[in-house]
């Protein structure tokens, strides 16, 4: 069983940045691939940002790259989220998820596990 701990989140205002950090608890953290998904109120959940296990992959939904940059630290055992040039649309929760099912980055089933979320809020 693998914990997800986020944390980072809070209330911005928009232009504004947030770096959120997600925690697991796993040993064997650094073969997972790790994404950020969020979820806006009365939305669905949407794919935000994923990194493969070393980090030689990432990926970006369309209407953050530029914006948003994912990272890692296997010495951690943390992913990073990093988002710069925030806008109101953004406001949501953000959830960590952990893969052991290789490289489909946006696919939400291939996540086995998930962390409760953070909440982002952007204000005007």
């Known amino acids: 069983q693998v914990q997800l701990v986020e944390s980072g989140g809070g209330l911005v205002q928009a232009g504004g940045s947030l770096r959120l950090s997600c925690a697991a608890s796993?040993?064997?953290?650094?073969?997972?691939?790790m994404g950020w998904f969020r979820q806006a109120p009365g939305k669905e959940r949407e794919f935000v940002a994923a990194?493969?296990?070393?980090?030689?992959?990432?990926a970006y939904a369309d209407s953050m790259k530029g914006r948003f940059t994912i990272s890692r630290d296997n010495s951690k055992n943390t992913v990073y989220l990093q988002m710069n040039s925030l806008e109101p649309e953004d406001t949501a929760v953000y959830y960590c998820?952990?893969?052991?099912?290789?490289?489909?980055?946006?696919?939400?089933?291939?996540?086995?596990?998930w962390g409760q979320g953070t909440q982002v809020r952007v204000s005007s």
């Open positions: 990194i493969s296990w070393n980090g030689g992959s990432t």
């Open positions: 796993a040993r064997t953290f650094s073969y997972y691939t």
């Open positions: 998820a952990a893969s052991t099912m290789g490289w489909s980055p946006r696919t939400q089933a291939r996540y086995d596990y």
